[in-house]
């Protein structure tokens, strides 16, 4: 019993810290939105004279286009890691309860499949980390004189 408790321990641990990590995307997804809305707001209001701006603004728009793309990513791979660590979970209680030798195999592959998903998640969110800074510039930029 203590070795089936063990077997599953693993995967559920794993949904658990993907759980933490998705609410982190999740939390970055809103404040990437309200950013790319203040900066619309912000376009939509300067007068024909703040071209600087303006071009400012254009300039970071791609870049926090790029950084939504990087978020939805790393949130779908965290997710399907996720399902992956529940699948796992599964495939070992089947394996104890039918006792087929293929199920082991199977629920093995699926937790490093599970596993490469997320470190795959972890790749997009430190690519994102850079855009960020990019964007971070390029605001820095335009306030340099």
Known sequence: MI?????MLAPAIMISACGLLLLGMNNKYSLVINRIRTLNVEYRGLDLDKQERKDCIHLQLPHLENRMRMIKNTVWLYTVGIAMFIFTILSIGLYIYFDVEILSGISMLVFVAGMLSVLAGVFY????VRLGYQILEIELESTRV
């Open 3 to 7: 070795e089936i408790i063990q077997a």
């Open 125 to 128: 969110a430190a690519h994102e």
